[in-house]
């Protein structure tokens, strides 16, 4: 049973993502892919890695979008043409499952992959790959699945945005640490990878996996910093209410689900306070997250 995500909250935080990814870890990355790299993204979503890292690659290359959302991935070739289109670049459809972008250094060509990532990684074209990379996953995943996947690559593997726990809202509230109690639980729930999935234990987990395999490691901060008021440089200035109001929502909600009873008045009372600081453009949040990047040993 994999886990729903809406497209909603993906398109809400994607310029937040953005914002938050560590641009010299990636160059680290970039430095180590071929002439015309072959890139895997498992559990692309829309495609936000996608549309962050090919105009950093900036040459032609080959993307394999690889999710169990039939609709996500329609989703992705939409929105890959209609941002493309946008900036002026062409784009077309050689089949039903390839797009091309038509970049001055090369076209950009994307391949959707439906594929169920808790068979990962017996079900992936591993040996068509020069990286694999993922962003907003590995806290899904289970400690053996990262484990299996160190054992099975011998490429670049590439995890942005893995929550690390570190949550800030400000100014604080008394029902902070039930809230966070609560969603650290929820965290931690089977979310569809054959185990308890990581959560805040994700960036530390790929970590250790990819090092006991001989590769490299190097991680960076790459927290989401969002303040009520205002917005930060790129965003339009109405960008930052209805993210922090998701954020809330899904944090009270999931807070709730894996809370025992007795938390929930102390919850509700957070969420509503929480939006009505939103509304008055009051609520700051700071959430921590962690982008890792392994590199076999004989690159390293
Ligand atoms: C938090 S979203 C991140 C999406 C995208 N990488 C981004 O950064 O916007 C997690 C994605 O993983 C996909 N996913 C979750 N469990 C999966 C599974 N078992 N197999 C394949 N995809 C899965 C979801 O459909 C969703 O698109």
Redesign the pocket.
Known sequence: M????DLDW?DL??PF?ALARDEALAARLLARLPARPRLL??????G??FRWLAPRIGRAQAWTL????RE?AEAAFDTIADRAEDVGLRVTFPSRRTLLVHAPGGAWRVEALV????EAPDNLPLREADAVV????CD?VSRPWIERMAAALRVPFYAA?CVDGRDRFSPPHPGDASVAQGFRRDQRRN???RGLALGAAAPAAVAEAFAAQGFAVETAASDWIVRGRGAPPGLPSDAAAPFLARLVSGRAAAALAAGPGRDAPRVSAWSGARQAQIAQGGLRARIGHRDVLAVPAAEG
């Open positions: 994999t886990e729903a995500f993906l935080r994607e993502d993204d498992l559990g692309s979503g829309t936000a890695l690889v999710d169990a959302d996500m594929a169920d990532l808790a993922n962003s907003a996953l899904l945005l979310k569809g990878f």
